[in-house]
Nanobody, 116 residues
């Protein structure tokens, strides 16, 4: 079964940093897009950042300059480095992979809480 699995969430104080990682069970070359979404209570799931297969990246305005998405093709992983975290970043973060061959895959989510 093809899947993507997140890790790295937790509790952090405002201004702190966290690094999330997503491991895909297939080569990243199968995916047209790999990215991170988040959802907080009462809100819709929103895009945080993603990677296109051509290497271009896209960020939500709210995280530009604070978050960085990266990938390691040799390890089939995509990471999200989150710096200068704010309470508004509190959410469940989901890894997503979109593939014409494998479908639209979601991870189980990892909780990020930014609180003092």
């Amino acid at each position: 079964q093809v899947q993507v699995v997140e890790s790295g969430g937790g509790l952090v104080q405002p201004g702190g940093s966290l690094r999330l990682s997503c491991a895909a069970s297939r080569s990243l070359r199968y995916f047209q897009t790999m990215g991170w979404y988040r959802q907080s209570p009462g809100n819709q799931r929103e895009l945080v950042a993603d990677f296109k297969s051509d290497g271009t990246t896209n960020y939500a305005d709210s995280v530009k300059g604070r978050f960085t998405i990266s990938r390691d093709v040799s390890k089939n992983t995509v990471a999200l480095q989150m710096n200068s975290l704010e309470p508004e970043d509190t959410a469940v973060y989901y890894c997503n992979g979109r593939s014409g061959l494998l479908g639209n895959l979601w991870g189980q989510g990892t909780q990020v809480i930014v609180s003092s």
